[in-house]
């Protein structure tokens, strides 16, 4: 088994979850991460408004220390970046609007470690720690992600892509390979016990969808 290294970031996000999902795929690519990152977000409920974290699994420590470096580096120097501000205000408050500039609050965690503020910190280190658990944790970005599109069999989705299983609501004995899948090309898989899975639903014509539609949804929702 590939051992991940896992670096959380919290920026103290209260918007939807698709913007959640932009904020985490725009921090990929500003830090440099390439297509081998497992990155999730991850509900907090601790601290003075629930909001949502972020969580990036890299197969080489080496990638995950710099990403650290990068993140404590920017919180030192106060400059957020293009996107490192997002969902904090200048002031600290949780739940600001995306914010850009010097001044924009964050928390990073990694190995044990913390920076930034407390509440930031914090809810870094939630995020790293249920992925690093892979007790929790809903991926965005994954390897066969950007493949997972259209409609697929079931077999199929699992072959090319990190899912592990699909969970059917209200069928215990899940689904079999040949049954066919309406991904609406927004396809989000959660860690449970160890496992990648895809919770669907029953949907016309005998398919299959993901429970999960692609629409906002409010960060406080559990996910």
């Given at each position: 088994?590939?051992?991940?290294?896992?670096?959380?970031?919290?920026?103290?996000?209260?918007?939807?979850?698709?913007?959640?999902?932009?904020l985490?795929?725009?921090?990929?690519?500003?830090?440099g991460?390439?297509?081998?990152?497992l990155?999730?977000?991850?509900?907090?409920?601790?601290?003075?408004?629930?909001?949502?974290?972020?969580?990036?699994?890299?197969?080489?420590?080496?990638?995950?220390?710099?990403?650290?470096?990068?993140l404590t580096?920017?919180?030192?120097?106060?400059?957020?970046?293009?996107?490192?501000?997002?969902?904090?205000?200048?002031?600290?408050?949780?739940g600001?609007?995306?914010?850009?500039?010097?001044g924009?609050l964050?928390?990073?965690?990694?190995?044990?470690?913390?920076?930034?503020?407390?509440?930031f910190?914090?809810?870094?280190a939630?995020?790293?720690?249920?992925?690093?658990?892979?007790?929790?944790?809903?991926?965005?970005?994954?390897?066969?992600?950007?493949?997972?599109?259209?409609?697929?069999?079931?077999?199929?989705?699992?072959?090319i892509?990190?899912?592990?299983?699909?969970?059917?609501?209200?069928?215990?004995e899940?689904?079999?390979?040949?049954?066919?899948?309406?991904?609406?090309?927004?396809?989000?898989?959660?860690?449970?016990?160890?496992?990648?899975?895809?919770?669907?639903?029953?949907a016309?014509g005998?398919t299959?969808?993901?429970?999960?539609?692609?629409?906002?949804?409010?960060?406080?929702?559990?996910?």
């Amino acid at each position: 088994m590939t051992e991940w290294y896992v670096v959380g970031v919290d920026t103290g996000h209260t918007g939807a979850l698709r913007e959640a999902d932009h904020l985490l795929r725009a921090l990929a690519v500003e830090l440099g991460l390439h297509d081998d990152v497992l990155g999730c977000t991850h509900h907090v409920r601790d601290g003075r408004r629930p909001h949502t974290a972020l969580s990036f699994a890299l197969p080489s420590e080496r990638a995950a220390r710099t990403a650290w470096l990068r993140l404590t580096t920017r919180i030192e120097s106060g400059e957020s970046g293009t996107v490192l501000g997002a969902g904090a205000g200048e002031d600290g408050r949780v739940g600001a609007g995306a914010v850009t500039g010097p001044g924009a609050l964050l928390g990073v965690a990694f190995d044990g470690e913390r920076h930034g503020p407390d509440e930031f910190a914090a809810g870094a280190a939630h995020a790293a720690a249920e992925h690093t658990a892979r007790t929790g944790g809903r991926a965005v970005l994954y390897p066969g992600a950007d493949a997972v599109t259209g409609v697929m069999t079931v077999g199929r989705l699992l072959d090319i892509s990190a899912v592990d299983r699909i969970a059917v609501l209200g069928s215990p004995e899940g689904a079999s390979p040949e049954r066919q899948l309406v991904t609406r090309d927004h396809v989000r898989p959660e860690w449970r016990d160890g496992h990648l899975v895809l919770t669907a639903m029953p949907a016309a014509g005998g398919t299959l969808v993901p429970f999960e539609v692609p629409d906002p949804t409010p960060c406080c929702a559990d996910h």
